[in-house]
């Protein structure tokens, strides 16, 4: 029976923002499921073809916000061939055409064409904010029409996607009557942009709080830029290298000083260490530094730019910091939460100025905050995580990668079965994970022991048998992304338990022991998942042999059956 | 995995041949770790009596130190076997996993990094660095591109501080390194020895590597004394070598 008028529990549902809590609602009767859908403004599809457009518009039509993921995680390195799929077109086509009052757009790892951005420009009057990540399929000419279009634009955000440069003047398309933007990254596009509409532009949105500049805005324009907006809360730098003895240098270190709500910094695409002081001023405040894209500084000018920064709570770094660096960064940034070390030297193989376990482990004696972690090591020990695991039990993301892949421990030899273990122990919120290095089964039966959070699991190069992988599907009872590469997981751990799979949202198996026989299984018995092949290369046969190793197979629960846009080279089982 | 590792390492051993006649410190057991460090020998190291030399020294990765060595494109140490890759293990596709965005990036910048250092760092801009010498009770500033040789920066630090005593680094002094007796004297004696910090902050021993590219990485200049100067010594000892 319900007792309240829709409107009372429309009212209460307002509060609810997550959308677990929206999920968990609506299940709990018909009523509450009818009130939470019409209610609903903020979408969340982790996995685009789990669903497709005309559910979402007949289940949600209110819907304001859609977040949208595309392509598998491990296409980021290249393990996922090009045309894929993940395709954003036909969503915008369909909340077009039902008169969604779309007003913010986000998505990951999806193929956006110039297309959509002018249908998308063009068929929501009240359009806000579009943060694509990761994607591609689009060009300049898109933003062109995003900018010239979008009146009430509040927000575009473009992270590390690949855009192809027609060499337009996209900015120049905002309209002189464009005053709301609020947020503006171009840091990943490679080309000019035309300086004197930026600046005009950042001179007319006085609410401008965030600015990411690409590599192409040079120092002198930074400084006119930050005159007209010190009121900016987070600032990506382009090019910063100039003279620094001259005039322009010495005006920018002035309307630096001036920018003192600045909480975040980034940039330094192009850098002359000997402009950074410029920044010293406001590290103060910072909260945020991201210096992953600026291989040019040097450790020791590193440290003395941390120095300054006392009440960082996210650091994104280069492994050229080295370990003593980030004992600098140990003793200096007592707030930190997050942090990533990436390695500067990818072509080589190995770590130029790589950090090593002692870094790791003086990072978490000085930072007891910490949370969540990325870190490319050149070596690691099962001693060091066993320090790093008792001096931090509040890791949620814990992702180390070793690399050399199959390291053993640097100091015994010995698998780092040991270390890993004791981080799933000891924390106990932990919700995603990636293990490198020299791994055994063991370390899969600790997770499956211990890691009862966790949710996303990454392993490459791991394990000795069907166990390791049966004691995590077994164990992790939360388990939503499971992705393995090159281990030697086979069609027993596969189908032991097939049920599981319609819990997680998907399951990545690359270069492992599952045959297309178990697959086909597989498939059969689940009628609501997709069991994805991804034939690259090779002769596709017509049928092959049920013996015959699986190279890729991607699977996902999902609601509407095989997808109508696989390419040839993908078999939906 | 260890065992391709070892074998690699041994092979590299048997190309460069250099180990017998590098002079080094010698410290017990410092063996593997000098040998790791052919072509870059850190300041640090050789100075410091590695009083760190503990197993962490050990289990260290040789031959990626050593490969890394090799592959620097600063590194101008003659090899007899240049093309030397390294093991398949760095090969492996979508390992590190880094996005290919990320990865595009710093192959951009790598390129023009690179490219700024053959050509003395980019940009029309002076290059001051500051000279410290031992003892010295201030420190100078020179600008490197106000000169076209070691010939004359030599000239022009030794009328700088010719009120200390800078003996035989002048006219002749870099040059000097060709002859190995001359070097072993100026490194016993008390004598002082130009030395510069680059870009990756390693201590080097000025001269090695053609002006131009001294200048695009030199970032500090240090005239230390000969005794102290004894572990940068031998990179100079081998393109003697490789040059006679």
């Known amino acids: 029976m319900n007792y309240f008028p829709e409107e009372v529990l429309e009212h209460v549902f307002d509060f609810l923002t997550s959308h677990r809590d929206r999920n968990a609602v609506s299940l709990v009767c018909k009523s509450w499921y009818s009130v939470e859908r019409f209610s609903r403004e903020k979408v969340f599809i982790g996995n685009c073809y789990a669903v497709n457009p005309e559910r979402l518009i007949a289940r949600f039509p209110r819907v304001r916000s859609l977040t949208l993921k595309g392509k598998p995680h491990f296409a980021d390195f290249n393990l996922v061939p090009h045309d894929w799929g993940g395709y954003v077109y036909p969503w915008i086509e369909a909340m077009a055409k039902s008169g969604i009052n779309l007003e913010e757009l986000r998505l990951k790892r999806m193929v956006v064409s110039d297309e959509s951005l002018e249908l998308l420009a063009k068929s929501f009057p009240n359009f806000k904010s579009l943060v694509l990540v990761s994607c591609e399929g689009f060009t300049t000419d898109g933003l062109a029409a995003i900018a010239s279009n979008c009146r009430f634009l509040r927000e575009l955000d473009l992270q590390e996607n690949e855009v192809d440069d027609r060499k337009g003047q996209w900015l120049s398309c905002f309209p002189d009557t464009c005053t709301s933007l609020v947020s503006l990254n171009f840091a990943c596009l490679k080309g000019e942009v035309n300086v004197a509409a930026l600046e005009r532009l950042v001179a007319r949105c006085r609410n401008l709080r965030s600015l990411r500049l690409n590599h192409a805005v040079p120092l002198d324009a930074l400084q006119k830029i930050l005159v007209q907006a010190p009121q ?342 | 995995m260890v065992d391709t590792m070892l074998n690699y390492e041994e092979g590299m051993c048997k190309k460069l041949g250099f180990e017998e006649t590098e002079l080094r410190l010698g410290l017990p057991g410092a063996g593997e770790k000098s040998n790791a460090n052919y072509g870059k020998r850190g ?133 000097d390194f060709m002859n190995e007796s001359k070097l072993m004297d100026l490194l016993n004696g008390s004598d002082y020895v130009p030395t510069y910090e680059d870009k990756d902050g390693d201590w080097m021993l000025v001269g090695d590597v053609p002006w131009e590219m001294f200048v695009g990485s030199c970032k500090r200049l240090r005239i230390m004394k000969g005794t102290e100067a004894k572990g940068l010594a031998p990179r100079a000892m081998e393109k003697c070598k490789s040059r006679s």
Not at chain 1, 441 to 458: K, P, T
Not at chain 1, 480 to 504: C, H, Q
Not at chain 2, 131 to 147: N, T, W
Request: overall charge neutral; glycine content about 8%; aromatic content about 8%.
């Open chain 1, 232 to 573: 900016l809360n987070d600032l990506g730098t382009g090019s910063f290298l100039h003279d620094p003895d001259s005039e322009a240098y010495c005006k920018l270190k002035n309307a630096i000083k001036k920018c003192k709500s600045i909480r975040s910094l980034s940039g330094f695409l192009d850098v002359n260490t000997r402009c950074l002081p410029a920044v010293y001023p406001i590290c103060t405040n910072l909260t945020s530094l991201n210096l992953s894209y600026a291989p040019g500084i040097y450790s020791s000018e590193l440290i003395k730019l941390i120095c300054h920064c006392k009440k960082l709570e996210r650091l994104w770094i280069l492994d050229t910091i080295g370990d003593k660096g980030l004992g600098v960064v140990a003793s200096t940034c007592k707030e930190l939460q997050e942090l990533r070390v990436f390695p500067s030297d990818l072509y080589d193989g190995v770590g130029n100025a790589a950090v090593t376990e002692e870094g790791l482990v003086a990072i978490s004696a000085g930072c007891p905050k910490l949370n969540s972690l990325l870190y490319f090591c050149q070596q690691m020990t099962n001693a060091a995580l066993i320090t790093v695991a008792k001096n931090c039990p509040n890791f949620i993301r814990f992702r180390l990668c070793t690399l050399d892949p199959t390291i053993p421990d640097a100091v015994t030899n010995q698998p780092l079965d040991e270390g890993f273990g004791a981080i799933v122990q000891s924390c106990k919120g932990l919700k995603r994970l990636s293990v490198s290095g020299l791994l055994t089964d063991q370390v899969f039966l600790y997770i499956g022991m211990y890691a009862e959070q966790l949710e996303m699991l990454s392993i490459a190069f791991a394990g000795d048998s069907d166990k390791g992988m049966l004691y995590v599907l077994n164990g992790c009872k939360k388990l939503k992304k499971l992705e393995i590469r090159d281990s030697p997981f086979g069609n027993v751990a596969l189908l032991a338990d097939v049920g599981k799979y319609e819990t997680m949202r998907s399951l990545w198996m690359s270069s492992c022991e599952v045959t297309y026989g178990a697959c086909k299984t597989l498939a059969e018995k689940m009628p609501r998942l997709n069991v994805e092949i991804i034939n690259e290369g090779e002769q596709i046969e017509a049928s092959p042999d049920d013996r015959h190793r699986v190279e890729k197979m991607y699977l996902y629960r999902t609601l509407v059956g095989p997808r109508r846009d696989a390419p040839e080279f993908v078999w939906t089982l």
């Open chain 2, 43 to 175: 300041f640090e190291e050789t100075v410091d009596l590695k009083l760190n030399l503990s197993t962490k020294d050990v289990g260290l990765d040789q031959s990626d130190l050593k490969e890394k060595n090799l592959n620097k494109e600063k590194n101008l140490l003659p090899c007899p076997n240049d093309s030397v890759k390294p093991p398949a293990k760095a090969q492996v596709v979508g390992w590190p996993p880094v996005r290919s965005f990320r990865k595009n990036v710093m192959a951009v910048q790598k390129a023009s990094d690179s490219e700024e250092t053959d050509k003395g760092a980019g940009g029309g801009a002076a290059a001051f660095v500051k000279v410290s010498m031992d003892g010295a009770p201030y420190l100078r500033k020179v600008d490197l591109k106000m000169y076209k040789s070691y010939q004359e920066l030599s000239d022009a630090l030794g009328k700088m501080f010719s009120s200390f005593t800078i003996g035989k680094c002048d006219s002749q002094g870099m040059m």
